[in-house]
């Protein structure tokens, strides 16, 4: 959304900057490194954390800041709201029960995906006892890199090219195992793979072991607004065991949901 420079209040823009310099990587910071992550000075960034600290956002030991259990107010009033998680939900806990795997409903958001929706035998942990994966920190609200994701890549193909070549513009592709796809020209082509496939199979780019199938999920109008995938591991399933068996699963789904959304 685009709003005039009158409407626009820098110093908020600022706050929810340095609030959303903490991350699963940099959970404790100081008025520095916040400073360095915000892309603000020192001293702005010193006073935004006093401010969200008095606030009850942030807790502190007088040096470094973070993040307090206040701030889980905004995901759980999003949650409790937003039409497309509580739509999706039952979805994805029928689809668990039915294939014993872990399904996710993601959106996307600028460089990253959003976990918005869970199914409802998740656990934090890499394997249940079953051979289950559930990808070490991947929970309602976690952000992974839009790249190397199968979610990623499905929202990334629904974009234009237009569009998609605006985000690929002068991009670094980070490599986040030895398996991921960094050179440009061939990430350019996994994604016109997609688009023409309808889906994308991804085996070990975001986490060794792990594969990852995902579709795109559409409105009535045709749409992508959000995409749907499941992970296994590489000891209980294989990319190929994956596309015949859950694929069906995940397409049916999409086409179940898509009044819903």
Request: charged letters at 20%; hydrophobic letters at 45%; aromatic letters at 6%.
């Amino acid at each position: 959304m685009t709003i005039a420079k009158a409407d626009f209040i820098e110093g908020m823009a600022k706050g929810m900057a340095v609030l959303e310099s903490f991350d699963t990587e940099r959970q404790r910071l100081n008025a520095t490194l916040a400073a360095e992550r915000a892309g603000i000075t020192r001293a702005a960034a010193r006073r935004h954390l006093l401010t969200l600290a008095h606030l009850g956002y942030l807790e502190t030991d007088g040096s470094h800041f973070w993040l307090s259990s206040k701030v889980l107010r905004f995901s759980g009033s999003y949650l409790a709201s937003a039409r497309l998680p509580r739509a999706i939900q039952p979805t994805l806990n029928r689809l668990a029960v039915q294939a014993q795997e872990s399904f996710s409903a993601v959106v996307l958001d600028a460089d990253e995906v959003v976990i918005v929706a869970r199914s409802g035998n998740d656990r934090n942990s890499t394997t249940t006892g079953s051979g289950r994966v559930i990808a070490y920190g991947l929970h309602t609200g976690a952000r992974l890199p839009s790249h190397a994701t199968s979610t990623g890549r499905v929202l990334l193909a629904a974009k234009t090219r237009v569009a998609f070549n605006a985000w690929m513009k002068g991009r670094n592709l980070a490599r986040m195992t030895p398996r991921t796809t960094t050179d440009p020209k061939l990430f350019r082509a996994l994604i016109d793979k997609v688009r023409k496939e309808d889906f994308c199979l991804s085996s070990e780019e975001h986490e060794l072991g792990v594969h990852a199938l995902a579709v795109p999920l559409r409105n009535a109008s045709g749409v992508t607004v959000a995409a749907l995938n499941v992970v296994a591991s590489q000891s209980r399933l294989s990319p190929l065991t994956m596309e015949r068996d859950l694929l069906p699963l995940l397409f049916e789904a999409a086409r179940d949901l898509r009044a819903l959304l």
